[in-house]
């Protein structure tokens, strides 16, 4: 496990913010999914400028809002001195693979329900890989948002795991989805049949 210093891990922080921005601050992805009984399923998750802290795995010294601090992120202005790392590790363990993770389509490969491994740690589902993978909670509002990041092979953490075989991107006031972002391999998408709701998306090719 990475040992880093408070200034190692704000030029982390201050780096993955700027890619977070890029890539998922007010997108929704698409998972098409994949079970071990070749079912096909669906899960949308949402990303908002709020939910960037939760991943970093800090505690804030300052009395300030997440968003407040994603915007001193995004304008170079956090300091070490805004807040400490936690004492059990587990900022080292979220800040090593969290650069991987906020990307377009956070490197996601499979998605699985949290089984509750960890009594200290509450999320609802997974997304991820063999690596790394984000925790998502239910919202009032019926979306799921991330909460977290496990520094684990997914199939560690959740009992079934579904295969995701394709991922697609929009901004949260676009209608429809129209960005792939990822695709599995060695699939012959004549033979899937996406979910009713998403029957319209192009398919990759």
Same mark, same amino acid.
Not at 48 to 76: E, M, Q, V, W
Not at 171 to 176: A, E, T
């Given at each position: 496990?990475?040992?880093?210093?408070?200034?190692?891990?704000?030029?982390?922080?201050?780096?993955?913010?700027?890619?977070?921005?890029?890539?998922?601050?007010?997108?929704?992805?698409?998972?098409?999914?994949?079970?071990?009984?070749?079912?096909?399923?669906?899960?949308?998750?949402?990303?908002?400028?709020?939910?960037?802290?939760?991943?970093?795995?800090?505690?804030?010294?300052?009395?300030?809002?997440?968003?407040?601090?994603?915007?001193?992120?995004?304008?170079?202005?956090?300091?070490?001195?805004?807040?400490?790392?936690?004492?059990?590790?587990?900022?080292?363990?979220?800040?090593?693979?969290?650069?991987?993770?906020?990307?377009?389509?956070?490197?996601?490969?499979?998605?699985?329900?949290?089984?509750?491994?960890? &009594?200290?740690?509450?999320?609802?589902?997974?997304?991820?890989?063999?690596?790394?993978?984000?925790?998502?909670?239910?919202?009032?509002?019926?979306?799921?948002? &991330?909460?977290?990041?496990?520094?684990?092979?997914?199939?560690?953490?959740?009992?079934?795991?579904?295969?995701?075989?394709?991922?697609?991107?929009? /901004?949260?006031?676009?209608?429809?989805?129209?960005?792939?972002?990822? /695709?599995?391999?060695?699939?012959?998408? /004549?033979?899937?049949?996406? &979910?009713?709701?998403?029957?319209?998306?192009?398919?990759?090719?």
């Amino acid at each position: 496990m990475a040992k880093y210093t408070k200034k190692q891990a704000t030029a982390i922080i201050v780096d993955c913010a700027r890619k977070y921005k890029e890539n998922l601050d007010g997108y929704q992805l698409l998972f098409i999914l994949r079970d071990k009984h070749k079912q096909i399923t669906s899960l949308e998750v949402s990303f908002n400028s709020y939910n960037f802290l939760h991943l970093t795995g800090i505690k804030l010294t300052h009395p300030i809002s997440a968003t407040d601090f994603y915007n001193r992120c995004l304008t170079h202005k956090l300091s070490p001195d805004d807040f400490t790392l936690c004492n059990d590790g587990t900022t080292q363990l979220k800040l090593e693979v969290l650069p991987q993770l906020v990307s377009k389509n956070l490197s996601a490969k499979m998605v699985g329900n949290f089984d509750g491994c960890n &009594p200290k740690l509450y999320t609802e589902k997974l997304a991820g890989g063999v690596n790394a993978c984000l925790g998502f909670i239910k919202t009032n509002f019926c979306n799921y948002v &991330p909460n977290t990041v496990l520094n684990i092979d997914i199939r560690s953490a959740s009992r079934t795991t579904l295969q995701i075989l394709a991922t697609y991107r929009k /901004k949260k006031s676009d209608p429809v989805y129209i960005e792939l972002v990822y /695709k599995a391999k060695n699939i012959d998408w /004549k033979k899937i049949n996406f &979910p009713e709701k998403y029957s319209s998306l192009p398919k990759p090719e």
